[in-house]
């Protein structure tokens, strides 16, 4: 059985910078798909970036985060990172990161990456809080 655990969350001023990290046990993540995903009370978990790991090595940014948050691989292939620049106090949720466990949406349709209940293995989450 897998386990996740999220760090690296904190409270920043906007326009600032976090990396949040993702610890895998069981799998490495070059044989399996992730995905971050962001939360706040009362409403739905929303998709942030998703990677496929193997297959076509696909990566897909909500388009809220374009251009300011990315995946980054780690020389610890047990860990993978979410970098967030230039961060707005919309960006403030409960961050998780999730994985398929080793494999089972490495053929899927692309779509389905960006579905929660699509995921195996989910993390307790880290809280990002951005200021203005």
């Known amino acids: 059985q897998e386990q996740l655990v999220e760090s690296g969350g904190d409270s920043v001023q906007a326009g600032g910078s976090l990396k949040l990290s993702c610890a895998s046990s069981?799998?490495?993540?070059?044989?399996?798909?992730m995905g971050w995903f962001r939360q706040l009370p009362g409403k739905e978990r929303e998709m942030v970036a998703t990677?496929?790991?193997?297959?076509?090595?696909?990566?897909s940014y909500a388009d809220s985060v374009k251009g300011r948050f990315t995946i980054l691989e780690d020389n610890n292939k047990n860990i993978v990172h979410l970098q967030m620049n230039s961060l707005k106090p919309e960006d403030t949720a409960m961050y998780y990161c999730?994985?398929?466990?080793?494999?089972?949406?490495?053929?899927?349709?692309?779509?389905?990456?960006?579905?929660?209940?699509?995921?195996?293995?989910w993390g307790q989450g880290t809280q990002v809080t951005v200021s203005s």
């Open positions: 069981g799998y490495s993540y070059t044989y399996s798909c």
């Open positions: 990677r496929r790991f193997s297959g076509d090595h696909s990566t």
């Open positions: 999730a994985s398929d466990g080793g494999g089972k949406l490495v053929d899927a349709p692309r779509w389905w990456l960006f579905d929660p209940g699509k995921y195996n293995y």
